[in-house]
């Protein structure tokens, strides 16, 4: 199983570009989010998806949009990139079902942005 | 306002010690995570615990709910322990998501 995969590892961005990171997972898993991670911070929440066609904003949202369409698949878009975009960026999945069932946090490899 | 408190920030320690990771978070929890960030950046789940305590190899995790606090104990420190480990929750109110703490960072020297 492949897991998170999260794409493209690294990229440098002009300020004012827009982007797209791209995040699909193989586990069947209802659950997905996006984070980012600043130096010395915690992992912050930007958006995340209970299951295809249903997203909702976390801590950290603006300036950032995303799409579920299919259960695997979970991109985040950068509009009018800026400095403080500057960050890494995790996808993750997670099974939740009836009652306390949880399970399989996984978190995809990072994505390196910087923005000048 | 919800937080996740780790100590300590970083951590040095000699290869075979016996180390200890704290985590104290401020109010009900479903669960508790432990998380192990490696020097590359990947992100790999550890633990994820709601009561009493967990063992896998080397790794150990306890909670005490009516305290708030957890840790992570690592027996018989090796130098590929290095890592940034993590604490993460799920509020009993937020669902699946998960409120991160800040990371400890560990070395291990030989």
């Known amino acids: 199983n492949a897991g998170v995969t999260q794409t493209p590892k690294f990229r440098i961005l002009k300020i004012g570009q827009s982007m797209t990171l791209q995040c699909t997972q193989d586990?069947?898993?209802?659950?997905m989010y996006w984070y980012r991670q600043d130096p010395g911070m915690g992992l912050k929440l930007i958006y995340y998806?209970?299951?295809?066609?249903?997203?909702d904003k976390g801590e950290v949202p603006n300036g950032y949009n995303v799409s579920r369409s299919t259960t695997e698949d979970f991109p985040l878009r950068l509009e009018l990139a800026a400095p403080s975009q500057t960050s890494v960026y995790f996808c993750?999945?997670?099974?939740?079902?009836?009652?306390?069932?949880?399970?399989?946090?996984?978190f995809g490899s990072g994505t390196r942005l910087t923005v000048v | 306002k919800n937080e996740v408190e780790q100590s300590p920030q970083n951590l040095t320690a000699q290869e075979g010690e016996f180390i200890t990771i704290n985590c104290s978070y401020s109010?009900?929890?479903?669960?508790l995570h432990w998380l192990q960030q490696h020097p590359g950046g990947g992100i790999v789940s550890l633990f994820m615990?709601?009561?009493g305590k967990k063992k896998h190899g080397r790794l150990i995790a306890t909670i005490n709910i009516q305290e708030k606090h957890s840790s992570l104990h690592i027996t018989a420190s090796h130098p590929r322990d290095s890592a940034v480990y993590i604490c993460?929750?799920?509020?009993?109110?937020?669902?699946?998501?998960?409120?991160f703490g800040e990371g400890t960072q560990l070395t291990v020297n030989p």
């Open positions: 993750a999945s997670s099974y939740s079902g009836a009652g306390p069932l949880f399970y399989g946090y996984t």
């Open positions: 998806s209970v299951g295809a066609g249903i997203t």
């Open positions: 109010v009900g929890i479903s669960a």
């Open positions: 993460a929750v799920r509020w009993e109110t937020s669902g699946s998501r998960l409120t």
């Open positions: 615990l709601s009561s």
């Open positions: 586990m069947n898993h209802n659950y």
